[in-house]
Structure formats: C-alpha cells, structure tokens
DNA sequence: CTTCTCACA
DNA sequence: TGTGAGCA
C-alpha cells in the first residue's frame, strides 16, 4: 500500500505521515528502487493508533514512548486497540471534570450576579493541578520490565525489611472483608498479575482489572484467564460509571503520591454501584505524626535500608484517605494488619 | 505519483 | 504540530 491510499483510508494527509515518520513513531519499508514507502496492515493499525491518541492530545514525544514499549509485545491490533480505550478513558474522565468546573462556575456567577474574578480563577487553576498530578506519575518499578518475576519477587523471603510480608494473608484479608456474594460483579484496582482478583473468581465472582503495564496484564490473563482485564491507570479507571458491586485493591496505592491517592479514590467512588464497597490494604501511616515519629526512630536505629524503601515507596497517610473517603460519601472502618500494612473497608451511604 | 528540503505558522 | 511550494 502506498503512501496515497493509506492516508485516504485514515483520512490524513501524506504529508502527516511523512512527519510521523520524521519522528520515529512509525517506520514503513522502503522498496529499494523508487524509494517509495510501502505501507503493511500492521502499519495502518499502528497509524491509526496514532491519530486517535493524537485527537485526544497526547504529544508526539509521549507516544512515541508508548508505541516503544508497545512494540514489544505481541497481538498488536489488540494492544493498539487497548491503548486508545485507555486514552479515551482518561480523556473522558478529565473532561467530566472540566465540565463539573465550568458548571460550578456557571453557578457561581449566577448566584453572585456578578463576576468574582478570584474565585473563577480558584477553579480554573484547580483543572490544571489535577492535571498536573496525574501527569506526574511515572513507574519507577518499571512493571513492564519485571512482569514475569512479580510473583516470585512479592513471595520469596527476605532478608530483613520487607514490604510484601504476609502477602497472600492479607490478600486473603481483603477478600474476607469484602465478603462477596456469588453472582456479584467486582474490580481489583491495579490487578498486577492477577493474585487478588483470581481469589475472588473462585468464588464464583465476576472480575475485572486494570493495570498500567501491559506486560502485567499478560501474566494475569496466562494465570486468570476468566479475569477481564484493560489496560488503564488510577486516574482514569477504563470503566464505565455504577459498574461494580465493589473495589478491592492490594498493594498498587503505594505506587501513587498522596494527591494522586486521592483522585484514585473519586475514581473507585465513580465505578462503584450505591451502596457499593470498598477495599483497600496497603503500606500506610496512621497519619502524618506517627509517620514522622517512625522514621525518626528507625534514623536513631539506624535501619538505613527499611527507611529509604519507606521514603521510596509512598506509603499512604491514613487519615488523609479517611477524611477524603468520608467527603466522597463513604462509611469507613479499619484495621492494621501489619507493622506497615492497614486495610481500610469503606461502603457508600 | 513519490521523494526530499525549506520556509512558515 | 504540522503545512505548502518547488524540485527531481
């Protein structure tokens, strides 16, 4: 296929893929005497991958990232497909707050009568944090990298400080505490390779999961193949709202900044049905006090390696996740179950 | 019909 | 982040 006919088909000009090409997001063959491209199926995909991620405003830089580590995995229309769902979510998700904002703001002038230049500017500046915040995250564990040793490297013995102790209990903790009934339809948040939503599947309970690492989401679907799974991150679950009878989620918020914690939170609220529930277990501090007084004794004991894990990873502030849980219309309770490790269960009123 | 480069917004 | 002109 020649560069003409593709770009018929996907409704873009040549010279835009040429530009494409220019910058390493796609690269056709070139038949060796004309010099022409030639364009194959995969490549169409791959282009039109790239519009739509173009069309919801992901810059080039960052998809040409994307299309990298995509590369490597096989399946491809399916992957490229999983990609753009993903995007679209997330561009749904933020335009749903954009649109809360600008209604807030239509509010507001009507009830003022007047304009309050401040507070419009209060509201506008807050999209842009929320975007900033969720743009911030990156995966420093590098999930596509260690995919296919997760499960051994959360389960093997360690030496000394370890983050993963008790693992399956409290995956079997999490499942007690949602206390599921057959028949119901549930989400592990940041399923990884699948260990808790699987617990859930053999009890008769229909899962789904998400995760950002596609290589992760191929070890769930090998090991639990009857969990659905999408590709999709914390801020922008790949859900639909009113979805799910409950939210459960094991060690994926330590993977987050507080703030972006909290926006993980407002997307549990949204796919979850009235009267749902929700479960988390994960590495946390009660709140900022005891934070502060744990790594001041473990500096004086001088336990160098437990500490810099605990500054590494973002343990979650407790009370934080109580109070905003609280203001999204949760019913909460908890309970520790390790040193580090709470479970928080919490149910719409 | 395609290639590439250069200038332009 | 692309586009159009001009050339081979």
């Not at 926006?263 to 900022?288: N, S, T, W, Y």
């Not at 007084?293 to 109580?322: F, K, P, V």
């Amino acid at each position: 296929m020649q560069i003409k006919d593709i770009a018929r088909r996907l409704h873009i000009t040549p010279r835009a893929i040429r530009f494409y090409e220019e910058k390493g997001l796609i690269q056709p063959k070139k038949a060796d005497e004309s010099g022409y491209r030639h364009f194959s199926e995969e490549d169409v995909w791959r282009l039109q991958t790239i519009i739509t991620l173009r069309e919801v405003g992901m810059p080039i830089e960052d998809i040409r990232e994307l299309l990298q580590e995509q590369n490597e995995a096989e399946g491809s229309l399916l992957h490229y497909l999983e990609l753009q769902r993903s995007f679209m979510y997330s561009r749904w998700v933020e335009m749903s707050k954009v649109i809360a904002t600008t209604e807030a703001m239509i509010e507001r002038v009507k009830r003022d009568q007047q304009i309050d230049p401040g507070a419009l500017y209060e509201l506008a500046e807050a999209n842009k944090r929320l975007r900033q915040t969720r743009d911030n995250w990156v995966d420093r564990w590098n999930f596509n990298q260690i995919a296919d040793q997760y499960d051994e490297l959360v389960t093997r013995e360690q030496e000394g400080f370890n983050t993963h102790a008790f693992y399956h209990e409290i995956l079997d903790q999490v499942v007690g505490a949602v206390a599921p009934k057959p028949g119901e339809s549930g989400l592990d948040a940041g399923t990884g390779t699948g260990n808790l939503a699987s617990r859930f599947i053999q009890m008769g309970v229909q899962m789904s999961g998400f995760d950002q690492s596609p290589q992760m989401l191929l070890q769930c679907r090998r090991k639990s193949p009857e969990v659905e799974t999408k590709l999709g991150t914390f801020f922008a679950f790949p859900f639909l709202e009113n979805d799910f009878d409950f939210v459960a989620t094991s060690y994926a918020l330590h993977h987050l900044t507080d703030d972006q914690k909290l926006l993980a939170l407002a997307e549990c609220r949204r796919v979850l049905k009235p009267g749902g529930r929700l479960v988390i277990a994960d590495l946390m501090f009660v709140d900022q006090d005891h934070r502060h007084a744990h790594l001041d004794h473990l500096r004086r004991q001088g336990e160098e390696e437990a500490l810099s894990q605990i500054l590494d990873r973002c343990y979650a502030d407790r009370s934080r996740l109580l109070a905003e849980l609280d203001s999204l219309g949760f019913v909460t309770e908890v309970r520790q179950l390790t040193e580090y490790v709470h479970l928080i269960w919490a149910k719409l009123r």
